[in-house]
């Protein structure tokens, strides 16, 4: 079946060491997705990638990058943890609007604990 | 900007009872509308959109949803609550690649 995967599914990290998130799906979506999800709240869209063109939202700390190395992968790299980055990371793809709305399809997400 | 407003975080039903979710969008253009849930450690499973084709959508699980643009509404509904409905639900507006999520519901199903 065609679908996002997330690896891994749990992480834990130590406040200030270096995180990457990895992300990967087999529907050949050229729109994937990055959020951020703090417990019980909505997902937060922390960038996008439309095909090879990155899209940063204005309120995403520098704290979080990310690559997209080909249309199958993409990363979530955080570069110093704090305690407050602990959420669940999500992925999500779309194809581009214009083929068919706007419906992402979602990863089942990796969880981050920062010790 | 689009956005939509889910209100009353938490939403108890009986078991057998019908679940209602409500969800009002805000919109200048014809609204991609969308119902996700998520369980518990679980990434977020789409249950029905709305893409002007009909404004009775029928989504998985039973759920369906109505788009009224007069309310500008896009309530969420099943006839009767199964033990396996306890979950987040969130309402979605689509526009500029992205999504636009409401605060979401957390439902729990009594038995």
């Known amino acids: 079946d065609a679908m996002v995967i997330q690896n891994p599914r749990y992480q834990v990290t130590q406040f200030g060491k270096p995180v990457t998130l990895s992300c990967s799906q087999t529907l050949n979506h050229n729109v994937m997705y990055w959020y951020q999800q703090k417990s019980s709240q909505a997902p937060k869209l922390l960038f996008h990638y439309y095909d090879k063109d990155f899209n940063n939202e204005a309120d995403t700390p520098d704290n979080f990058q990310s690559r997209r190395p080909n249309t199958s992968f993409c990363f979530l790299d955080i570069r110093s943890p704090g305690l407050g980055d602990a959420a669940m990371y999500l992925c999500a793809t779309s194809r581009d609007a214009g083929l068919g709305g706007y419906e992402q399809f979602f990863g089942p997400g990796t969880r981050l604990t920062v010790l | 900007a689009q956005s939509v407003t889910q209100l009353g975080s938490h939403v108890s039903v009986s078991e057998g009872a019908l679940v209602l979710l409500r969800c009002n969008y805000s919109s200048s253009v014809p609204p991609y509308l969308f119902w996700y849930v998520q369980y518990p450690n679980q990434g977020l499973q789409l249950l029905l959109k709305?893409?002007?084709?009909?404004?009775l959508v029928k989504g998985i699980n039973g759920f369906e949803a109505e788009f009224k643009k007069s309310e500008t509404s896009f309530h969420l509904t099943k006839p009767s609550a199964h033990m396996s409905d306890a979950a987040e639900y969130f309402c979605?507006?689509?526009?500029?690649?992205?999504?636009?999520f409401g605060k979401g519901n957390q439902v729990v199903v009594i038995p």
């Open positions: 709305y893409t002007s084709a009909a404004t």
């Open positions: 979605a507006v689509g526009g500029n690649n992205r999504l636009a």
